[in-house]
């Protein structure tokens, strides 16, 4: 009894954290599509997938799509410390490589930078620095930098991943025990069950019915009494 309560407390504590895990993806991958970022665009949508097959994994108690989705946990954990060291600019990485993010199609970076919570956005005319159909902008006022706005969404993303690892390794263990016991006490021959018997031949015995005997009269005693009915007659 206890160990099905602490069973059925792992999966709803894991969909629970997946449920989170859903939504923060979704909230990203929006403000990556608004600032064109297409390599976080691509990992988010390989996130969400991931996310989906932990829940279905969970729900129908499949260990094999939880353990999929705890080894995809260890390689968005990764991803996500490579943003944070990305915008942090830790070692030899920099913002000013924008194709990391962008796939080198556009000079977009973070839509935090414009949007960030007090940020005044001043457009500069005539910038011999903007090259053709750009322009060139001055941000000042920021409550919050937009580094900083990427880096605490990246660690958010960790910390989720990281409790979704742990019960996702707890909860596709005790799936793996318990189909391990159900095979070892026999399957359904545990709880009575019988496979259909081979149906025997049967006998058949022949069926013997009385019949009554009918009486016949012959042809012939019939002809007589016809002839003899003609002679008194006449």
Sequence with gaps: MGRCRGRCTGRCSLVVICSFQLAAALERQVFD????????ILANFLHIIAVILGIFGTVQFRS????????????????????ICFYLEVGHLSQDRDFLMTFNT?????????????????PVPNSPLAPDDHHVITVSGCLLDYQYIEVVSSALQVFLALFGFVYACYVSKVFLED????????????????????????QLQPLYTSVSSLHTVPIS??????????ISTR
């Design 221 to 230: 005693t019939w002809q007589n009494h016809a002839s003899a009915t003609r």
């Design 33 to 40: 599509f608004l600032g064109y970022q297409w390599a976080p």
């Design 106 to 122: 556009s000079l977009h970076r973070s839509w935090w930078m414009e949007h960030g919570p007090g940020c005044l956005v001043t």
């Design 64 to 83: 094999r799509y939880l353990i999929l989705y705890a080894v995809w946990l260890v390689l968005w954990v990764g991803w996500n410390s490579f943003i």
């Design 179 to 202: 189909e391990d016991s159900f095979d070892f006490i026999g399957g359904f021959d545990s709880y009575g069950y019988q496979p259909p018997q081979k149906a025997s031949h049967l």
